[in-house]
C-alpha cells in the first residue's frame, strides 16, 4: 500500500470552499486505489493568518513542509485586507522559489458539455499543454523606486533570466511535446520589443531545440500568440513561456474553452528534491467567496496531477473520467450555465470515483 | 482648404500592399471634403533600406520628418533577413519615444457582417477603447548579459516607468472615460507578481483617479484581465494599460472581433509638438506577403483616425462609414470569409467614400 504524506493548504477566498471537494475526492479515489494519503492541514499562508501574526508563514515554513511529498494548494489573496504581493510574495511565490518547482504545467482542453465561449469550437479542437517558466523572469521584488513621492518619480523592475533556468523549462517542454503525436512546440516571445531578455530567449529556445530535430518550432511574439489562442486554438500543442507570458497566456487558454473554473495547474519540481505543488489557476475570488457557488474542478483536477505526478496513474484517470463525465451531463455550476453548489458537483464527482 | 503634410512610411511585407489602399481612399476623401494632403513617400524605415544601408534610416530622419503634421505608417519587420528588435528599434520604436507620441490608442468594436469568433456575440457587445502607455515601461533595451555564452549566463532585463510618463497617459485614459457613457476604467496590474512596478502603477491609478470621482474604476491583474476579454467583453469600456500589457491587450481584443485585420491605431502625441503617427495594429505579416490578400481596412481605418486627429472629423466619418458598409456588404478580404483581394476592398471603400 502506498503512502503519501501531503500538506493540504486551503489558503483564502474560494479556495477554503473548493479543498474540501478536492479532499473528498481523495477520499474516493485512495479508498478506490488503496492508496494511503496521510493530510497535514495548514491554516498558515492565508491572509487570516497575516492579519493575526503580521507574516504569512511561519518562519520555519520549509522545515515543516520538507518532508512533504506533495503540496495541495487552494488560493491565496484577499486584497481587501493584504495587499495581494504581499501574500501572494509571502506565500505561493515562495514555495515555487523555495522548493524549485521551476515548472508549471497548465493543461488546456475543451470538455464536452461545456458550452465554449468560442464559435464553433467542439472537444478535440482545443487541446494544448501551457509549460510556464516558474522561478524567474518577470516576477521579482528587484529594483526601486527614486525620487519616491516626488513629481521627478522614476520607477526601475528588473527581470532576471538565466540560462540555467531558460534552459530547464525549454528542454522539458522539448521532451513533452516529443512524447506527443503533433511533436510541436510554440514558444512564446517578444523579441521584438523586449531587447535585451528576449532575443536572448529565443536563442535559448535555438540552442536546446537543436537537440530535438524531431520538433518543429514556431516562435510567436506574445500579442499575436494571445489573439491566435482565440482565432486558431487548433494551432498549439505544447506552448513554452517565461513566467509571465506563461501565467497570462494560462488564464486565457482556460478561457476560451468555457472557464477558468476548471483550469488545474501542476507546479513541479521533477527532480523531487523538494515537494511539487498542485493548485487551481483561479485566484481566491473574493468577489464569489462564501456562498459556495465556485467551481471545484479545477481544484479537484489539480489534486489528480497529484496523484498522477506521485505515480498513482490510474486513481488519476478515474478523477478526470469522472470530471469528464459529470461536465457532460451535470450537475454543474453557475460559471457553467448550471446552477449546482460547489459541494454538490464535488460529491457528484466523488461518487463516480 | 486645409493643407496637411503627410509622410507615408508603407515599410515592410503587407504594409506595402495595404499602405496604397489607405492612399486611394485618402485620396477619394480629401477630394469629396475639400482637403489637400501633400504626401512624402518614403522609402526608409523598412528592411530593405537595412540592408543596403546597414541602418533602418538614415542619420537626419528625425530632422526630415519634424515637419510633418503626421505620419501614416504601414507595418515593419522581416524577421527572416533583419532580426526583429533591430528593424523595430530602428524604426517604430524610435518614431513612439523621440516624437514623444505617449498615447497609443485602439478602439476595438464588433461590427456587423464580421463573423465574430466569441459565440453569441453582436454588434455592440464589444465595443472598447485602449489605451496603451508608448514611450515606457517593459519595452527597454536596458540591461545584459552577465558571464554571456557560459553556462551561468545571467540576463538583466529593465523597466523603467515615470510618474510624468504613467500619470499622463492614466490622465488621458481618465478623460477619455469621462468622455463617453458609461464612464468605467479598467486599470490592467499584475501587482501581485511584478513587486516594485505594478504595485506602484497601482498607486499612480489611485492618485490620478482621485480627480475623477464621477468613473468607475476597475483594476484587474492582466492574466484574468485578458481571460475577460473573452468571457466578458461587454464589461468594459476604456482600458489603460502599461506598454507591454497594452500591446498584448490590443492584439487579443481585435481577435475577439473577427480579425487583427481590422484593428487601427493612434501613437498620439496629444500636445502637437512633434507629428503623430497612424498605424494598423497588425504587422508585416511575411507569411501571407505577396498575395494581395492581406486585409487593408486597419491601414484604412488609421488614415480615418488620422484625418480625425488633425481636425477633419467629416473625412474620418465617412471613411468609418464606408468601412461599415463593406464588412456588411462585401467585398470581404480571406480572414473574414471572402475571397477579394486587398485591392478590392480598398476600392470598395473608396468608392463608398
Ligand atoms: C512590432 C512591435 C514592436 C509593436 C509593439 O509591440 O509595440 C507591435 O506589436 C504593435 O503593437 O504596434
Ligand atoms: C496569484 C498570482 C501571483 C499567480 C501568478 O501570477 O503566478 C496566479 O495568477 C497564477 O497564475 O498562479
Not at 477520499?27 to 492565508?46: H, V
Not at 516626488?150 to 522539458?172: K, P
Amino acid at each position: 500500500k502506498k503512502t503519501f504524506k501531503i500538506a493540504v493548504i486551503p489558503g483564502d477566498g474560494i479556495g477554503k470552499e473548493v479543498m474540501p471537494q478536492a479532499l473528498r475526492v481523495l477520499e474516493a479515489a485512495t479508498t478506490r486505489f488503496d492508496i494511503e494519503l496521510e493530510l497535514s492541514p495548514i491554516e498558515w499562508a492565508s491572509c487570516d493568518y497575516y492579519l493575526a501574526h503580521g507574516q504569512m508563514m511561519p518562519d520555519d515554513w520549509k522545515s515543516r513542509l520538507q518532508g512533504q511529498d506533495a503540496l495541495l494548494f487552494g488560493a491565496v489573496g484577499w486584497p481587501a485586507t493584504v495587499p495581494d504581493h504581499i501574500s501572494l510574495w509571502g506565500s505561493l511565490l515562495k514555495f515555487r522559489r523555495e522548493f524549485d518547482q521551476y515548472i508549471n504545467l497548465r493543461p488546456v482542453r475543451l470538455f464536452e458539455g461545456v458550452p465554449c465561449p468560442l464559435a464553433g469550437r467542439k472537444p478535440g479542437d482545443i487541446d494544448y499543454l501551457v509549460v510556464r517558466e516558474n522561478t524567474e523572469g518577470e516576477y521579482t521584488n528587484l529594483g526601486g523606486v527614486m525620487y519616491a513621492g516626488t513629481e521627478r518619480e522614476i520607477v526601475i523592475q528588473e527581470s532576471v533570466y538565466s540560462r540555467f533556468g531558460a534552459d530547464r523549462v525549454l528542454r522539458f517542454a522539448f521532451e513533452l511535446a516529443q512524447a506527443r503525436e503533433r511533436k510541436h512546440l510554440t514558444v512564446a516571445t517578444k523579441s521584438n520589443g523586449i531587447a535585451i531578455s528576449m532575443p536572448w530567449w529565443d536563442g535559448r529556445a535555438d540552442a536546446v531545440g537543436a537537440d530535438y530535430p524531431a520538433i518543429t518550432v514556431d516562435k510567436q511574439h506574445i500579442d499575436i500568440l494571445s489573439a491566435r489562442f482565440v482565432l486558431q486554438p487548433g494551432r498549439f500543442d505544447v506552448v513554452v513561456a517565461s513566467n509571465l507570458f506563461g501565467d497570462i497566456l494560462s488564464d486565457l487558454g482556460p478561457a476560451t474553452t468555457g472557464t477558468i473554473g476548471l483550469a488545474p495547474s501542476a507546479n513541479l519540481n521533477p527532480e523531487r528534491s523538494f515537494p511539487s505543488l498542485f493548485e487551481p489557476v483561479h485566484g481566491s475570488a473574493p468577489d464569489i467567496y462564501g456562498r459556495n457557488i465556485a467551481n471545484p474542478v479545477a481544484m479537484i483536477w489539480s489534486a489528480a496531477l497529484m496523484l498522477q505526478f506521485l505515480g498513482a496513474a490510474e486513481a488519476h484517470d478515474a478523477i478526470l473520467a469522472a470530471i469528464e463525465t459529470v461536465l457532460r451531463e451535470g450537475p454543474r455550476t453557475r460559471d457553467l450555465g448550471g446552477d449546482a453548489s460547489t459541494t454538490e458537483m464535488g460529491e457528484a464527482i466523488a461518487r463516480l470515483v
